[in-house]
């Protein structure tokens, strides 16, 4: 093969020419403990687990049966994993801010509330994005602004002080 068509790092090893077979097959990336961090993270709000899950012994053990030389202290508590997501939110929310900044269209506001053993107060923003250099490109966004527990009572003053 010319040299030209092999990726730099399947150039010959030890005078052997390497086979098109590292280039066919997808390349799985190293593990790294943030890498790990990222994908429980990805799997308990996607699938809205509870952050406990990761201290639990089958899912130890599905991790250590995936990553045999996996070390205890490599699989991140949940405490880890709660700040983690708290801080992915603090970030989304202020990029959600920033970009209802530059919307030219009308914002809409829902709000809902209700009682599952706690008081939750929802928050959600609807609108109209279009690309500046698209006038005709519509795309219709929901954003889910907030979601916290109503501390006291239902009174128009509570739920508004939530609100701003």
């Known amino acids: 093969m010319h040299s030209r068509a092999i990726p730099d790092e399947e150039q010959e090893v030890d005078g052997k020419q390497m086979t098109l077979d590292s280039m066919l097959t997808p390349k799985i990336?190293?593990?790294?403990?943030?890498g790990l961090?990222?994908?429980i993270i990805e799997l308990i709000v996607a699938e809205d687990k509870a952050f406990q899950l990761v201290d639990k012994g089958p899912f130890?053990?599905?991790l250590k049966f995936l990553k045999l030389n996996l070390t205890e202290s490599a699989i991140p508590h949940h405490t880890k994993v709660r700040d983690e997501v708290m801080i992915k939110a603090r970030e989304a929310q202020e990029q959600m801010k920033e970009d209802l900044k530059h919307i030219p269209s009308l914002i809409s506001m829902d709000f809902d509330s209700w009682t599952n053993e706690h008081p939750y107060l929802s928050i959600n923003?609807?609108?109209i994005n279009t690309p500046?250099?698209?006038p005709h490109e519509w795309e219709l966004k929901n954003e889910q602004a907030a979601f916290a527990i109503i501390e006291g009572n239902h009174s128009g003053a509570n739920l508004a002080s939530i609100l701003f």
């Open 37 to 39: 961090l990222d994908h």
């Open 60 to 62: 130890w053990r599905l």
């Open 132 to 134: 500046v250099d698209k």
């Open 125 to 127: 923003f609807h609108y």
């Open 29 to 34: 990336p190293p593990f790294m403990a943030s």
